[in-house]
């Protein structure tokens, strides 16, 4: 059951990073504006920016639960500001509104690793502001799948209000051709899974696999997501899902807990759906954790790959962190 789909303005791509670029056309970024942005980040989301001719300013997050740590002078001149709920963890929005959400700023809640997640009030993460990314591809496996949406309250505020990307559009006609083709038969019928098998083989050996593409452009990739997404998203058991997650993230915490290693999270909140299991390891004691996460048939990656020009020193907590990735 995917049961975000009732949400108005939800709006489908292949990656997270195609999400946020239609975000700034939307909100009318233009060449020198200020996005204030976590320096704990991926350096692919950078490259959204630079598209745009945007100016990154950096703030800094806390060791233990990854909180922001602003400033009025940090926050003041932004126009946009990117929230991130790390691993599926909510981030507190009220530092962001404490600050700023005056005037055409806006917030952008980059929930990329949190899909189906929610905050301790049991509101889903990526819904919570004027902007919501999400990235299911990252936690479920599929050719590739992203999705953006747009709160009401993020276009009141003199953003353009205009559809959001040829995306949307592509699959209303898609959708129509659907019902036109299962009103004429079985002909109809056959037609239809033909051309739907063909057009997903086609964009799976286009897109090749994604999951591993962190450092691909997203400019070089087609932001239209692949056909089967609603589907995948509908045939998933989210309930089921949501539970596997959290019951891994209790053993997992135990476990490396006992063998030495931080968690970056003090605790599982109520209602959140981790990622995975996030913790502190230097490169050369990484080994006990390995072999924790392949007893389970899993991997250990770091997470993130850093933007150089946020200029992070070199023995900064932000280059230790590991992910015990929960993707089946
Ligand atoms: C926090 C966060 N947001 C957004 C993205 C971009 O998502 P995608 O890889 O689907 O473009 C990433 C990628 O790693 C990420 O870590």
Request: hydrophobic residues 35%; aromatic residues 12%.
């Amino acid at each position: 059951m995917f049961k975000l789909q009732h949400l108005n303005n939800l709006y489908f791509y292949s990656l997270g990073r195609h999400a946020l670029s239609e975000t700034f056309r939307i909100a009318s970024l233009k060449r020198g504006e200020r996005v204030l942005l976590p320096r704990l980040v991926c350096k692919d989301l950078l490259e959204c920016l630079y598209e745009f001719g945007a100016t990154p300013i950096y703030y800094d997050v806390t060791k233990i639960n990854l909180r922001p740590i602003l400033t009025q002078t940090l926050v003041s001149p932004s126009r946009l500001i990117l929230s991130i709920n790390y691993f599926g963890f909510a981030q507190e929005l009220s530092q962001f509104h404490k600050y700023a959400l005056k005037g055409p700023m806006s917030l952008i809640e980059d929930n990329a690793h949190g899909y189906l997640s929610k905050d301790e009030a049991g509101n889903y993460l990526g819904v919570r502001s004027d902007f919501g990314i999400f990235s299911p591809r990252k936690t479920l496996l599929m050719p590739n799948g992203a999705m953006l949406y747009v709160n009401s309250k993020g276009t009141d505020k003199g953003l353009s209000p205009d559809q959001p990307s040829s995306v949307s559009m592509k699959l209303e006609y898609r959708q129509r051709l659907k019902k036109l083709l299962r009103k004429s038969g079985r002909i109809g019928q056959f037609l239809l899974i033909l051309a739907l098998s063909i057009k997903s083989a086609i964009e799976r050996y286009r897109i090749g696999s994604q999951q591993g593409s962190e450092g691909l452009s997203h400019l070089q990739t087609p932001s239209n997501p692949w056909s089967g997404l609603r589907e995948s998203l509908q045939a998933l058991n989210e309930e089921q899902e949501s539970a596997r997650r959290r019951g891994l993230y209790i053993d997992f915490e135990l476990e490396l807990k006992n063998l030495g290693y931080l968690s970056v999270f003090d605790k599982l909140p109520k209602g959140c759906v981790p990622y995975g299991f996030p913790f502190y390891a230097d490169n050369n004691c990484l080994g006990l954790a390995v072999r924790a996460a392949r007893a389970y048939g899993f991997d250990v990656m770091k997470w993130p790959d850093l933007p150089e020009a946020a200029g992070i020193p070199h023995s900064h907590f932000y280059r230790n962190i590991y992910l015990i990735n929960f993707q089946i």
